[in-house]
C-alpha cells in the first residue's frame, strides 16, 4: 500500500506563503492523481488543487492564482501565497489510482489577520 507524509504547515500572517510537501512511498502505480484537500471545523472537506501523472493541474476557484501545485515522482507540494484567514485548515495529501487510494494525516495552516 502506500503511505503519504505531509509537512509545512504552520501559523502565518494573513498576505504570507506557505509551501507544503507531500512525500509518497509504497507500491505506486505509474499513472495516478496526486492531490490536496483541506478541512476547517465545521465545514467539509474540499479538494484544493489536483495533478495528474502528465502534470496537468486543477484548481479550486478560490485558490486559482494565489496556489500552485507541483509533482516531482510521487512527491507533490503545494505553493500558498497571499494567505487568507478563510485558508485556514487542516491540509491533507491525497493519491488515487485505479489501485489504490490513500490519505496522508494532515498538517495544519493557521492564517491569522
Known amino acids: 500500500q502506500v503511505q503519504l507524509v505531509e509537512s509545512g504547515g504552520g501559523v502565518v500572517q494573513a498576505g504570507g506563503s506557505l509551501r507544503l510537501s507531500c512525500a509518497a512511498s509504497g507500491s505506486i502505480s505509474s499513472i495516478n492523481i496526486m492531490g490536496w484537500y483541506r478541512q476547517a471545523p465545521g465545514k467539509q472537506r474540499e479538494l484544493v488543487a489536483s495533478?495528474?501523472?502528465?502534470?496537468k493541474p486543477t484548481y479550486v476557484d478560490s485558490v486559482k492564482g494565489r496556489f500552485t501545485i507541483s509533482r516531482d515522482n510521487a512527491n507533490v507540494y503545494l505553493q500558498l501565497n497571499s494567505l487568507k484567514p478563510a485558508d485556514t485548515a487542516v491540509y491533507y495529501c491525497?493519491?488515487?489510482?485505479?489501485?489504490?487510494?490513500?490519505w496522508g494525516q494532515g498538517t495544519q495552516v493557521t492564517v491569522s489577520s
Open positions: 495533478i495528474s501523472s502528465d502534470g
Open positions: 491525497n493519491l488515487r489510482s485505479s489501485y489504490s487510494a490513500s
